[in-house]
Nanobody
Framework: QVQLVESGGGLVQAGGSLRLSCAASGSIFSINAMGWYRQAPGKQRELVAIITRDGGTNYRDYVKGRFTISRDNAKNTVYLQMNSLKPEDTAVYYC?????????WGKGTLVTVSS
């Protein structure tokens, strides 16, 4: 079993920055892809950014140039640096990892961007 613990959410003014972290622990041999999703009120959960074990990244268009995903394989941790935040970025952000073809989710961390 794999446990994910997210941190770094909070309240920030528009234009501000936050850094999310997600640490994985448990029965981990090798983590493949790691990613961040978000779910705004009344909307479906959607992919924000993903990073492969080799460091390849992919972003949703609306966060390109503002958000940066990174990972530390030695610490089994994935990060999301969010800059130039907008009110529409307000959502619960979920960490997602793939371990041996099994997908695990964190419990989510709330990010609120005020205008």
């Amino acid at each position: 079993q794999v446990q994910l613990v997210e941190s770094g959410g909070g309240l920030v003014q528009a234009g501000g920055s936050l850094r999310l972290s997600c640490a994985a622990s448990g029965s981990i041999f090798s983590i493949n892809a790691m990613g961040w999703y978000r779910q705004a009120p009344g909307k479906q959960r959607e992919l924000v950014a993903i990073i492969t074990r080799d460091g390849g990244t992919n972003y949703r268009d609306y966060v390109k140039g503002r958000f940066t995903i990174s990972r530390d394989n030695a610490k089994n941790t994935v990060y999301l640096q969010m800059n130039s935040l907008k009110p529409e970025d307000t959502a619960v952000y979920y960490c997602n990892v793939v371990v041996s073809q099994t997908i695990y989710w964190g419990k989510g961390t709330l990010v609120t961007v005020s205008s």
